[in-house]
């Protein structure tokens, strides 16, 4: 019987992400799991686009935490000065690696435009994933039918990009270093 050796990437080797028998080979799988690895880690991020002073995160402490991870799940809250209100939610689920916006008010009700999101594409990677947006956000949010966020890491583990695009134009580019380990 041959002896069969799948190829597995650098960047995962380099974030010590081998494969187990159990893993499924789908790099939405490997990008779960890249980002599985980063739980207990905190990002400080700068919006790099646009370069609009009068954007809502300009000028404003952007702090992304890895704060919980779940075989299925990762919950990232991410912060915008003072604003608390923001999770992004990144799933394991039977149809694929699916991303949704948790946006709540200070009392932690829902906010009326929240739990959008959508799906990730076959085409990424272990570290960069793009997901397109679903029905449910085309139809909660007025023109993001196109919306396509990509959220990468850099293959050392200490870079994390959030981008943001609509009608194929980049809408918002935010840059994140790693600031502390668990």
Not at 8 to 13: E, F
Not at 112 to 132: C, E, H, I, P, R
Request: overall charge neutral; proline content about 4%.
């Amino acid at each position: 019987m041959p002896f069969i050796v799948k190829a597995v990437s650098i960047a995962t080797l380099a974030l010590g992400l081998l494969p187990t028998v159990a893993q499924a080979q789908d790099a939405r799988d490997q990008f779960f799991a890249t980002l599985k690895s980063l739980c207990g880690q905190q990002f400080e991020g700068v919006l790099v686009y646009p370069k609009d002073p009068q954007h809502d995160f300009a000028r404003k402490r952007l702090h992304a935490d890895f704060a919980a991870c779940s075989e299925t799940q990762v919950k990232v809250p991410f912060q915008v000065g003072a604003d608390r209100s923001r999770t992004w939610i990144i799933s394991r689920t039977p149809a694929g690696l699916h991303l949704q916006h948790d946006h709540r008010h200070a009392d932690g009700t829902p906010d009326a435009v929240t739990m959008y999101g959508g799906m990730a594409s076959s085409n990424g990677s272990a570290l960069k994933q793009s997901f397109l947006a679903d029905d449910y956000t085309a139809r909660l949010v007025d023109g993001a039918a196109t919306n396509v966020w990509t959220i990468s890491v850099s293959a050392d583990g200490l870079t994390l990009t959030y981008h943001l695009e609509r009608d194929a134009q980049p809408r918002a580019t935010v840059v994140f270093k790693r600031s502390s380990a668990e």
